[in-house]
């Protein structure tokens, strides 16, 4: 019996190509995106389960009173506390304080910048981080030992063994060496916790300020600790109350006027720590739940469209099978073995369907991972999710496009079959209604594509107030002598051609996450302001225009210390009408305020997402600068760059040559956004060549009813385009219908997406009409198709059974 | 064998009720050869269609070799007719994606019979009507007298007590039309009982009983 199942569904899948193909690519197109999709969230909420002792875990959490009576969370703890807890807490078995800083590392007349970790010894004993060389308990205990990463091994070593080798890292001001005491194995993607150098945490010691290290107000660092398998998480957190009064209740007392709420800690479990938007993660990778949400529902959808989409197909079919199933019925099938017969079937395409889909996401996993940002592979073998869910997606697909044909054809009477009474599904509702709902997520998607191109290519040519692309940014990497750095620089390439120009600031142009902000009060009025310290030349390098007032200049020995610019906003917030001559106070500075002596006109130095703050710019020769501006000229880019590396290996060898344009480092800000987008123009790739699938089926199941209607008509003298067109109108009726759905949603996303840029587009309604014009186009094309098929027909063909 | 008693088809459309078949009183015995006659509309088809339980009625009493057809359920009638009755049609409705040999293997799937008997019956049925030769072609690779053929195959493989003919030979050729005729005849001498709805008076001289319907009714005279 399944023998001749199997028979009939290969040849009907050799004979009816078309309809093979279509519903085989749409469930393969929808199984191929679910597949990724699943990697996906399934990489995004397992993260940090592979540690054995994940359940035992918990990352503490600060939470203080703020002024408004609100708890603020931070995972940033005092660095007393880890010890103190696993001397205090008998349910405490281990503790590792984790923390990381940006260094530079030499081996041999190499140097790179490197990202170096600083973990207590039980480290290993706590995180499932395996070793190929080196005993997890000790490996860690010398200050002086350094555990490298297997990749960074190859980097630096090669093939050789690097244990017991010694390699120089920069801790704070000065270059120490670290014996390589162990490697580890390369880090799972899925781990939130990553590392290349990992060294002792006791060397906070080397850049943090011993009084720091000590005191319990200070929040330096991220404290894990490992709970006995038996502990209680309330029984532990009911003893933290006596815990704070005898730590920092003299703190309490003398800043909370002792309010012993006002300070709390919180366990957080490790496996909650990845999705958890609420806190900055700190030296950990995190990410937000919402884009896994979206996008799975997004997967959903594309899946549940192509199995109805087959349903359609299924039944649109049926008129070449409604024989079929009246002869079997008089041959002795019951309802029982037809039902079964489709739905075998149906699984039969979910089956073939699955198969492609696979090798399609196998195709598409390198794309796929590019722009997810993560190293996600189809493991069948490894983990059994993968194949269980993968089987489980076929027979979801396989029952939920079989079931309706095999119960809507199974239902008939033989003899009404065979007489052929019968009329294939009157004007199906819910098949129409789904044609909607499917056009509508396509336009929907194509809007949003369109409207966040459209955003992003706005960022790129927004006018900063500087010319990014020519502007060479070189971060000194706390090297002790940056504004040294800066001034050979200047020296040595001051008659270059190519160069225009040199100057050095002490705070990135470019970061969302600057901390340099510091309150400016005028007479009574206070005003949150960034400040950047700056040299002489930064404005020229730069070429920002000074509106009120003039430059820094070396002609002016009172301009160090006591002279300030600042920018336009500022002088709006403070009401002023002339800024020049007018006293500051800030904390920079001697005691005497500031006098500004030039306004600089409004520039960007964050991203488009937030307006222009108030700054100033200010200078301070104690302070060491931070990045090395160069403005060069725009011809023979790649010579001036490999100057510009050699006069850096002249005066700072010990460090290496790191540099970009700042255009660049502007465009970085927008990367999340970028991502979005492409991911979004790729699903509505995806949603369109399936609904485009959906309709032509629709159409298909359409003209199949009306076979012998247009025959009529055309006996009665209609033409073929008059024909088509009246076919495609009640499609194109439904077109409407997605329009009006998508428009206000599409509306709706957008205008929310926009209010996080202070600088945006305004949704315009080409997008719009654009996505409606695609949609519609589709539509002509694939119900046309089936339109002129019917109407080039023979009229008596369709006629003759009549 | 079989004993229908006042049965009525109707059909409603709206308010009002259009009869295809009205009070039926009907006997067939055991090893009859019955034709059914009767003009275009005046329920010839249905009622073989309700006798062969493809159909049910609006009403009526309907005994196949005494059990209660009317009250069976779907299962029950499903199992009679795949055991006890034959069918042959005027468009002999093979399915179309299966060979010869395969459209002949289908009833006895859904009767499950065993592998090798399975063979030796299509082998019989190959031979009886010089069909090996053919066994693996499609239907639309036949003529129609042979397909027609085919179907007659079909229905007697699962040694049926009633064999039920739709117009068997309407599609067909005179000399065709005859080979299928000859056929029904032999079967019925072996003691199959036939009921056959026809046009053609010439085949209706095959039977031994007329029933005239007209309008619905059955009438003494056409």
Redesign the interface.
């Given at each position: 019996m399944l023998r001749s199942y199997i028979k009939i569904a290969l040849r009907g899948l050799v004979k009816q190509k078309l309809y093979s193909f279509i519903n085989i690519v749409g469930l393969a197109i929808a199984i191929a995106f679910c597949a990724l999709i699943f990697l996906f969230v399934r990489d995004e909420v397992t993260h940090d389960n592979f540690h054995k002792k994940a359940d035992q875990l918990y990352r503490v959490i600060y939470l203080r009173k703020e002024d408004d009576g609100s708890l603020s969370a931070d995972a940033m703890t005092p660095p007393p506390l880890g010890p103190a807890f696993q001397t205090e807490f008998p349910e405490v078995v281990r503790m590792a304080r984790w923390k990381k800083r940006g260094e530079v590392v030499n081996y041999k007349g190499q140097s790179f910048r490197e990202s170096i970790a600083l973990a207590d010894p039980d480290f290993f004993e706590m995180f499932s981080f395996p070793l190929i060389q080196g005993d997890p308990q000790t490996v860690l205990q010398d200050r002086n030992s350094v555990v490298l990463r297997e990749q960074i091994v190859r980097k630096y070593f090669g093939d050789k063994d690097p244990i017991g080798k010694l390699i120089s890292i920069k801790m704070g001001s000065k270059f120490y060496d670290f014996t390589v005491s162990g490697i580890a194995k390369n880090i799972p993607g899925n781990s939130s916790i990553t590392f290349d150098f990992l060294v002792s945490h006791d060397r906070i010691k080397d850049f943090t300020p011993e009084r720091y290290l000590n005191q319990w107000t200070g929040s330096t660092t991220l404290t894990f600790v490992e709970l006995r398998e038996s502990a209680s998480v309330s029984g532990l957190k009911s003893k933290f109350p006596s815990f704070i009064r005898k730590h920092l209740g003299s703190v309490i007392e003398e800043h909370k006027g002792g309010d012993y709420s006002a300070v709390q800690f919180e366990l957080q479990p490790l496996k909650d720590i990845y999705l958890n938007t609420k806190m900055r993660p700190f030296y950990m990778a995190g990410s937000n739940p919402l884009y896994s949400y979206i996008l799975f529902g997004i997967a959903l959808l594309i899946l549940i469209i192509a199995a109805i989409n087959y349903t359609n197909l299924a039944i649109a079919r049926s008129t070449t099978r409604l024989r079929e199933i009246g002869v079997r019925k008089v041959l002795g099938a019951n309802k029982k073995k037809l039902v079964n017969q489709f739905l075998g079937e149906a699984l039969f395409f979910g089956f073939v369907s699955l198969c492609l889909g696979i090798f399609l996401a196998e195709v598409f996993l390198p794309l796929f991972n590019n722009f997810v940002n993560k190293n996600l592979s189809m493991d069948y073998f490894s983990n059994w999710t993968t194949l269980a869910s993968l089987v489980s997606l076929m027979f979801f697909v396989g029952l939920i496009s079989g079931s309706y044909p095999a119960l809507f054809l199974s239902r008939f009477r033989p003899a009404e079959v065979l007489r052929s009474r019968l009329k294939i599904g009157g004007r199906s509702q819910f098949s129409r209604w789904l044609v909607v709902v499917q056009f509508a997520l396509s336009i929907f998607l194509i809007i949003s594509t369109l409207v966040m191109t459209h955003q992003l290519r706005y960022l790129r040519n927004q006018n900063l107030g500087f010319r990014g692309e020519q502007i060479v940014v070189i971060p000194t990497q706390g090297s002790p002598q940056g504004t040294q750095l800066v001034n050979r620089f200047r020296n040595e390439l001051a008659f270059h051609k190519n160069v225009v120009n040199v100057s050095g600031s002490s705070a990135a142009i470019s970061n969302d996450n600057t901390y340099a902000i510091c309150p400016v009060r005028f007479q009574t009025k206070q005003v949150m302001t960034h400040y950047f310290f700056i040299d002489h030349e930064f404005l020229k390098t730069m070429g920002l225009e000074v509106i009120q007032g003039r430059d820094f200049s070396r002609d002016y020995t009172a301009d160090p210390q006591q002279s300030v610019i600042v920018n336009e906003t500022l002088v709006k917030e403070m009401g002023w009408d002339l800024a020049i001559g007018k006293k500051i106070r800030t904390f920079l500075g001697r005691k005497e305020p500031l006098t500004v002596v030039g306004v600089v006109k409004d520039f960007h130095f964050e991203s488009l997402h937030n307006q222009i703050q108030p700054a100033i710019f200010y200078i301070e020769p104690r302070r060491q600068l931070d990045f090395i501006y160069v403005k060069i000229r725009p011809s023979d880019i790649p010579s001036t760059l490999g100057l510009l590396g050699e006069t850096w290996k002249k005066n700072a060898p010990n460090f290496p040559f790191i540099h970009s344009f700042l255009d660049e480092e502007f465009q970085k800000l927008y990367q999340n956004e970028e991502r979005w987008k492409t991911v979004l123009g790729y699903t509505s790739v995806f949603a369109i060549v399936i609904s485009c699938l959906g309709l032509f089926g629709l159409s298909a199941l359409a003209i199949t009813r009306r076979t012998k209607e247009i025959g009529i008509r055309k006996v009665l003298g209609a033409s073929v385009s008059g024909l088509v067109s009246m076919v495609s109108m009640d499609f194109l009726k439904l077109i409407l219908f997605a329009n009006i759905i998508a428009w206000p949603l599409a509306y709706y996303a957008m205008h929310r997406w926009l209010q996080d840029f202070a600088f945006r587009i305004e949704i315009e309604i080409w997008e719009f009409l654009l996505a409606s014009v695609i949609a519609a186009a589709i539509t002509v094309l694939a119900v046309s198709f089936q339109a002129i098929k019917a109407a080039l027909a023979d009229p008596a063909e369709s006629l003759r059974y009549e | 064998m079989i004993k229908m008693r006042d049965i009525n088809k109707y059909y409603s459309t709206g308010f009002v009720k259009t009869f295809v078949l009205r009070n039926i009183d009907l006997d067939v015995k055991e090893g009859e050869f019955l034709t059914i006659m009767g003009p275009s509309g005046a329920g010839k088809?249905?009622l073989l269609?309700i006798l062969?339980m493809?159909?049910?009625p609006s009403n009526g009493e309907y005994f196949f070799y005494d059990k209660p057809v009317h009250r069976m359920s779907?299962?029950q009638l499903?199992?009679l007719?795949?055991?006890h009755i034959g069918?042959v049609?005027q468009s002999y409705?093979?399915?179309?994606?299966?060979t010869v040999y395969?459209n002949l293997?289908?009833?006895l799937?859904?009767?499950k019979v065993k592998g090798s008997e399975r063979k030796g019956k299509i082998a019989d049925m190959l031979d009886r009507f010089h069909m090996v030769a053919k066994k693996n072609l499609f239907p639309n690779q036949l003529s129609g007298g042979q397909q027609q053929k085919v179907a007659v195959a079909?229905a007697i493989i699962?040694d049926p007590r009633l064999i039920l003919a739709d117009e068997p030979t309407g599609n067909l050729n005179t000399k065709e039309g005859k080979e299928v005729m000859d056929l029904l005849k032999e079967l019925n001498e072996n003691g199959t009982t036939i009921i056959q709805v026809t046009h053609s008076e010439k085949n209706a001289a095959y039977g031994r009983r007329i029933i005239n319907l007209l309008d619905g009714w059955i009438v003494d005279k056409p």
């Open positions: - | 088809s249905t269609h062969g493809l159909d049910t779907e299962r499903s199992d007719h795949k055991n069918f049609f409705h093979l399915i179309d994606d299966l395969e293997e289908t009833p799937l859904y009767k079909r699962i």
